[in-house]
């Protein structure tokens, strides 16, 4: 509570008190200042009229110590100007000093509930900054490394950026961590998967449309591209956008203006686009499905995502991290990796890339029996596939005999009676083959 009037501010202070609240009161600038960088505030009351400033100026000197706490002034009698000019200066409202003390608590109140949801949607918004940062990519591989440095770097840009991959790379992980690891973090990220729509849908999700635009267009509504304004654009598998809706998107790029369905003169934006595809697009372009200088206005920074296959190392460092996530959510704990499983996953080839190897790890989260996961955990064709890939002698009879067995055993949850009914041999020959291979 700042006022040099002693009386009126101990009155107020009192009245506020009496709410239960806790009221520091200062006589002057200079003294709330010093205060207001020491300690935090919820609410501040400051009169118009101080002996060392004018409150109305004061406002933005407290906004810049403490952004969330919310001002409210009070003015002379009959003194609107300096109400609306302390608005604009980021005060929460203004009241007439003497006369409205009765509204004093309602505006408090309502100035707090104000605070409390700025302070929550501060916290909420460094949790997901946090949560899609650089830091939480997992790699420590050579070429992982290298495209996190590219991507940091071009995230302090304002640059369009086109990444390619195969399907599961981290595209849309990447994509979010240049958005968040830009200037624009506290506006929208928007992503949208062109392939999900037909032509006129995609057209009227990414700008909109007016009311009356096509049947069914009974309201006006706005656009991805409206709703990501001063924000980031993530255009997932750009290259199955049809070709007139790709000359819309380089318009966007080349003048920030698009115009909606139905509409005819043109809606400015500011919004930064990051693209993705996993086709070929120069191939694309060969065969007319591709605009090429669409291609050459994205691909001014393109960052290639490495297949999983070519970063074998952070397999490994995926399976710690994905393992502890599936198992807490089963109730499950595992303990130990056995080194064969970590091989098995190496040497697969994970067409599916991370998306692929994230679902098989949980999948072996729920078969594991014990606190171990091992290769039985593993779907058949994995295991197998660690056969072939192997060599030749992995070919044998002798190990895809044992590779079947493992898989019925698999089956019966390790009952060998039933596993040596399936099959067809004698219990006796089971557990001979068992011990032989070791399974
Ligand atoms: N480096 C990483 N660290 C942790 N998780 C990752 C990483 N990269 C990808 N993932 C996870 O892998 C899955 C697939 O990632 P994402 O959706 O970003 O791939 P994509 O390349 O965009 O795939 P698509 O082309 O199919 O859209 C997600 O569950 C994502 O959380």
Not at 103 to 132: D, F, G
Request: net charge neutral; proline share 2%.
């Amino acid at each position: 509570m700042i006022d040099d009037e002693e009386k009126l501010r101990k009155l107020m202070a009192r009245i506020i008190e009496l709410e239960k609240f806790q009221v520091f009161q200062a006589e002057d600038a200079t003294t709330a200042l010093k205060k207001i960088e020491q300690q935090d505030f919820d609410a501040i009351i400051c009169d118009v009229k101080l002996p060392d400033a004018n409150g109305v100026e004061l406002i933005q000197q407290i906004k810049k110590i403490q952004p969330l706490t919310e001002v409210i002034l009070l003015t002379a009698y009959g003194n609107i100007p300096d109400g609306v000019q302390a608005i604009k200066n980021g005060a929460f409202d203004y009241i007439t000093k003497g006369d409205d003390n009765n509204r004093i608590i309602p505006l408090l109140y309502r100035a707090l509930e104000k605070t409390e949801l700025s302070k929550r949607v501060t916290q909420l918004e460094q949790k997901v900054e946090q949560k899609y940062s650089f830091d939480n990519i997992i790699g420590t591989s050579k070429v992982i490394l290298s495209v996190i440095d590219m991507s940091r770097k071009v995230a302090a840009t304002d640059t369009t950026v086109l990444l390619t991959g195969e399907t599961g790379t981290g595209k849309e992980v990447f994509a979010q961590a240049i958005h968040y690891g830009g200037n624009r973090r506290n506006k929208s990220f928007v992503a949208i998967n062109c392939s999900a729509f037909s032509k006129d849908l995609l057209e009227s999700e990414l700008f909109g449309h007016k009311a009356g635009a096509f049947t069914g267009a009974l309201k006006d509504k706005k656009g991805l591209f409206e709703e990501a304004n001063f924000g980031t654009i993530f255009l997932d598998e750009i290259g199955e956008m049809p070709l007139d809706l790709q000359a819309k998107i380089l318009r966007v790029l080349e003048t920030k203006e698009f115009i909606k369905i139905g509409e005819t003169k043109p809606t400015k934006v500011d919004v930064r686009i990051i693209a993705a595809t996993n086709r070929e697009l120069d191939k694309e372009i060969e065969n007319g499905q591709f605009r090429s200088d669409l291609y050459y206005r994205l691909s001014v920074f393109q960052i290639a995502l490495p297949s999983l296959r070519d970063r074998v190392e952070d397999i490994k460092l995926f399976v710690n991290d994905f393992a502890p996530v599936f198992a807490a959510k089963m109730n499950k704990r595992i303990k130990l990796l056995s080194p064969e499983y970590i091989k098995t996953l190496e040497q697969n080839t994970w067409k599916g890339n991370i998306r692929e190897l994230r679902n098989i790890i949980e999948r072996s989260i729920i078969l594991a029996d014990e606190d171990v996961l091992t290769v039985d955990c593993l779907p058949f064709e994995l295991q197998q596939s660690n056969i072939s890939d192997n060599a030749t002698s992995s070919l044998s009879m002798t190990n895809i005999e044992k590779a079947h067995i493992r898989k019925v055993l698999n089956y019966t949850k390790g009952n060998k009676a039933e596993a040596a009914r399936l099959l067809e041999i004698s219990i006796a020959t089971l557990y001979r083959k068992v011990e032989e291979y070791k399974l």
